[in-house]
């Protein structure tokens, strides 16, 4: 006898056939519910518009109202009409020309803009009903799931006529005009549309209404629905029992689980399958003993030959893939960089050669970015090394995400060599090659693509860190032909970009390499111009312009260039901070800084105090220990020495910084902040930092002749200072009208060229004389007034 049980492919056919019937009869449902709710949703509409029509029809008494437009009239009858039904969310009263008289709605639909009389009236003649809906509006917060399901709000606007048996437009008319004219309509020729009533139906507000009837015709729905599934399963399952038991027994025959014959009750198909079942069962029994020795026999043989095969192919596996990590790591580590994965100088020189070659051959453009990061051994020597690895990193992924694949020599493949566009030479510096480029004009785009990402803000140890980038342009075979000259040229472009104050891209041009031949010349004479004493100091007085006192100096350093003469700092200090020299040359100048004022002093002269400027490179954690040696070794008091900090320095915030300040200050020496505002612009150091002073820049100075913009951004520069307590020294005062306006802001204390340029020390002394810039003031106040004098007699 065999099992009860259903089969699951006899279940799936009897599963599909109950699916069907139920979906049928849910879409029959849903037409059903949709059909009754939208005829019911019209019904309720059009009675709504009857209504409201009745209603206008109704009261005579609404020309009054139009006429007289009494407030508290005109908002009693819109309340009527917004009473009519919960779906009217507004009544407004229009006059003949489409001015609003009065308006009443519903709290949540004040929002709502109202229509224009134009839009709702075109194309209709004045006693015509005009219905305009439009789209959007709001709806009660409790009906807002159901505007999404209805496909949002829409705004019937109904206008209905307000008809007056008394021309409107006559002067004088009474109460008991309108009276006589309704008690005596035999005696009216004619009608006055005198105004308009527009009632708003919300279709949100409307479906509501609707859903008693929607929810009784799903209920009905639900009822059918059940009837058949009932239905439908009684039905299959007198269907599919014979074949869920002929199923049952062929998996069992598979199995080898049926081993007895057949005893099926049924007729026809059934009984057939059922004989040719019970034949198939005694031939398997018989086979099936046969052949459970034989794959005995089989299966251990096999058993014991594929454990061999496993072994000898794991050994195999293990020695492959250990060949492949090492070849992996050996190439990687010959062509790759490790620090950031980049190709390195070996692989992108092979690769840019075949490049040139291959463009030679087609007469296309190649063209070379060669990429610098500013500045970078600042943040070296600020943040650490590994601070400046992960720095490269980020800067490389930004070159990598910035170059398009139409920029690039190789992309969009599974390789590494999907990389060789973007390349690291080492250290802070990186190539970008452009392939198939029309001009040297597309480069130049590219480059200012990725000058701007390299300078977006990192975030480099919990540190906001800003970096800027020079890019260098070459394009070959304009410019080389070959790898080394193109690189060289790249590279030249690079240099000059720095030289023109970083932060730029510079296109190759062969004037660059004359003047690189003049910087290396400079170079190597500035790495001997400390050793054979060919630096000076020239000093600027400090004076206090209401009583000419000099109240300091500052120290200037000058290179007295044996063939060249005077050299301008501009021109060698980046030098000497990019080759490192900035250190000797900053702590020369602090030494002699510092013994030029004791020989002055022994010399007689009075000099309150010297100021020494200070490189962001000088400030690192031996300098404090420098300056302390320098005041010890030339005797100077700590008090008459002043260190000038740029913002670049201040600004960092680090602790090793503010202590590195503070470790001065316990010195005895004077800080002062050096060209305040025409650098990072951050005021939070001002009050962390114990500074002295604070030092207005020449720029201020010079924009003062610009506009009021200019001036009371200086004037808020003097109110910041002086409510920190900070004394205040002007630079680059050069017009006697400059001086005057600081001197109006109560600021005296000047440096520039209206009292002296920098001179050496032997010209110094002279301007230490007493009363040497009063006698100067007053030459200066005279020549002013004479200016004056004259400025007025040629106006008169």
């Known amino acids: 006898m065999c099992s009860a049980q259903t089969d699951p492919f006899v279940v799936s056919i009897a ?29 309720q509409r ?42 009217v969310k507004r009544a407004v009263l229009f006059d003949g020309q489409g001015e609003v008289i009065g308006e009443e709605s519903y709290s949540w639909a004040e929002g709502d803009a ?42 019937t606007s109904l206008t209905l006529p307000i008809i007056s048996v008394v021309d409107p437009t006559k002067k004088g008319l009474g109460r008991e005009d309108f009276a006589a004219a309704l008690a005596y309509p035999e005696l009216v020729s004619s009608v006055y549309v005198i105004a308009y009533l527009d009632v708003e139906i919300s279709s949100t507000a409307l479906w509501s209404l609707t859903l008693p009837t929607v929810a009784l015709s799903s209920g009905i729905g639900l009822v059918v629905l059940f009837l058949f599934w009932l239905l439908t399963r009684s039905i299959t399952r007198r269907i599919t029992a014979p074949l869920g038991m002929l199923a049952q027994v062929a998996d069992d025959i598979a199995s080898g689980k049926q081993t007895e014959p057949l005893r099926i009750r049924g007729s026809g198909e059934v009984r057939d399958i059922a004989e040719v079942l019970n034949g198939i069962i005694t031939g398997l029994h018989s086979y099936t003993r046969q052949m459970d020795t ?31 990590e090492t070849r992996s790591k050996l190439r990687h580590a010959a062509y790759f960089d490790n620090l950031t994965s980049l190709p390195n ?45 992960q720095l490269l990193r980020e800067v490389s992924e930004r070159l990598a995400a910035g170059v398009r694949d139409s920029d690039v020599l190789h992309r969009g493949t599974d390789d590494e060599s999907s990389l060789m566009d973007l390349s690291r030479l080492g250290g802070d510096e990186f190539t970008v090659v452009l392939n198939h480029i029309e001009s040297i004009d597309m480069a130049k785009r590219v480059a200012d693509r990725l000058a701007s990402s390299i300078a977006e803000p990192y975030l ?27 690189l060289r040229a790249a590279n030249t472009a690079m240099v000059n970009a720095k030289k023109r104050g970083r932060n730029r891209v510079v296109i190759y041009d062969d004037s660059m390499e004359s003047a690189n031949r003049e910087r290396l010349q400079l170079e190597n004479d500035l790495r001997r111009a400390v050793e054979l004493d060919q630096l000076l100091l020239h000093y600027q007085p400090q004076v206090d312009a209401l009583d000419g006192r000099v109240t ?80 010890q070794d030339s005797g100077l008091p700590p008090e008459s ?6 913002e670049g320095i201040m600004v960092s915030n680090q602790e090793s910084v503010v202590s590195m300040v503070q470790n001065l200050k316990d010195l005895g020496i004077r800080l002062s902040i050096d060209d305040f505002g025409t650098g990072y612009s951050s005021l939070s150091y001002l009050t962390r930092f114990p500074l002295d002073e604070l030092k207005i820049d020449r720029s201020f100075v010079l924009g003062l002749a610009k506009g009021s913009q200019d001036v009371e951004l200086v004037r808020a520069i003097i109110a910041m200072a002086k409510s920190l307590g900070l004394e205040i020294v002007v630079e680059g005062v050069e017009r006697m009208e400059d001086l005057e306006f600081f001197l109006g802001q109560g600021v005296s204390v000047i440096q520039g060229f209206l009292f002296s340029q920098p001179v050496p020390l032997t010209q110094l002394s002279p301007l230490l004389a007493p009363e040497h810039f009063l006698r100067q003031l007053q030459r200066l106040q005279g020549s002013q007034t004479k200016d004056d004098d004259a400025i007025t007699l040629e106006e008169a």
């Open 460 to 486: 480099i140890d919990r540190q906001e860190v800003i970096v800027s980038s020079s890019i260098g342009i070459a394009l070959a075979p304009d410019h080389a032909a070959d790898v080394e000259t193109l």
């Open 114 to 155: 109202l229509p224009r009389f134009i839009d709702m009236r075109k194309d209709l003649s004045p006693v015509d009903r005009g219905i305009y809906t439009t789209s959007g509006g709001a709806v009660p917060e409790d009906l807002e799931l159901l505007s999404k399901l209805t496909l949002g709000e829409k705004t």
């Open 345 to 389: 100088r070996k692989l992108f020189t092979e690769q840019l050669t075949l490049l040139l070659r291959l463009a030679q051959r087609g007469n296309q453009n190649v063209g070379l970015l060669h990429v610098d990061i500013d500045n970078f051994k600042r943040i070296n020597d600020s943040l650490g090394a590994t601070a400046g690895d």
């Open 641 to 646: 020495l002043e260190v000038e900090l740029t």
């Open 294 to 324: 034989d794959r005995k026999m089989l299966s251990m043989k096999v058993d014991e030959r594929t454990e061999q095969l496993s072994r000898r192919k794991e050994e195999l596996d293990s020695a492959e893939q250990k060949v492949t």
């Open 46 to 87: 059009d009675a709504l518009i009857l209504s409201v029509s009745s209603l206008v029809g109704s009261q005579p008494h609404l020309q009054l109202t139009s006429y007289y437009r009494e407030s508290a009239e005109v908002k009693s009858t819109l309340e009527e009409f917004l009473a009519l039904s919960p779906a």
């Open 552 to 631: 300091g100096a500052e120290s200037l350093v000058r290179w007295n260039h044996p063939k060249q003469g005077l050299i301008p700092p501009f021109k060698w200090i980046p030098i000497a901070e990019e080759m490192g020299l900035i250190e000797d040359v900053g702590e020369w100048v602090l030494r002699r800084a510092c013994a030029d004022l004791v020989e002055l002093r022994a010399q007689g002269h009075s000099l309150p105090k010297v100021s020494v400027n200070v490189s962001a490179l000088q400030f690192h954690d031996e300098f404090v220990a420098t300056v302390s040696s320098a005041l």
């Open 15 to 43: 599963s599909k056939i109950n699916v069907l019937i139920a979906l049928l009869a849910v879409l029959a449902g849903l037409v059903l519910t949709a059909f009754v709710g939208q005829r019911d949703y019209s019904y």
